[in-house]
């Protein structure tokens, strides 16, 4: 699966998803800010407000600093990122998603961290 959705905006602001397992290498996404803008603007906050990544995403100034954010809850990322479904999303930003989703089930599998930043 694609994991690079960044070639082609370079100079542009970008963002690394990683998961990092325990004893294993890590394995990550690259991809262009404005994809991944796109698949968090579909996400809507919850009745107790924002939570997690729509959470940081929505309420920080971002992910253009190269600081890091780790996901405290995995699982509540993964619920997130499932509820815009694939039509509500085009093109590159549709297959973001699904990399980001094959990339939390494999964290929620064999565990780790999974870490976001802007570089």
């Known amino acids: 699966m694609n994991r690079d959705f960044y070639t082609g ?9 990683e998961h990092q397992p ?7 996404i690259r991809t262009w800010v404005g994809f991944f803008d796109e698949l968090m603007e579909k996400l809507e906050p919850g009745p107790e407000g924002w939570t997690g ?6 309420l920080h100034a971002g992910w253009n600093s190269e ?6 809850d995995v699982a509540d990322t993964r619920r997130q990122i499932g509820i ?10 549709r297959d973001l998603r699904s990399a980001f989703i ?4 494999d964290a929620l599998r064999v565990g780790g961290r999974v870490i976001l930043r802007g570089q």
Not at 22 to 28: I, M, N, R, T, V
Not at 53 to 58: G, P, R, V
Request: charged share 20%.
């Open 53 to 58: 990544i729509a959470a940081h995403h929505h």
């Open 84 to 93: 815009p479904g694939e039509s509500s999303l085009k093109g590159q930003a």
């Open 67 to 72: 600081e890091s954010w780790q996901d405290p």
């Open 9 to 17: 905006f370079e100079g542009e602001p970008e963002i690394v998803i």
């Open 102 to 105: 094959e990339l939390l089930d």
């Open 22 to 28: 325990p004893g294993g290498s890590s394995s990550s």
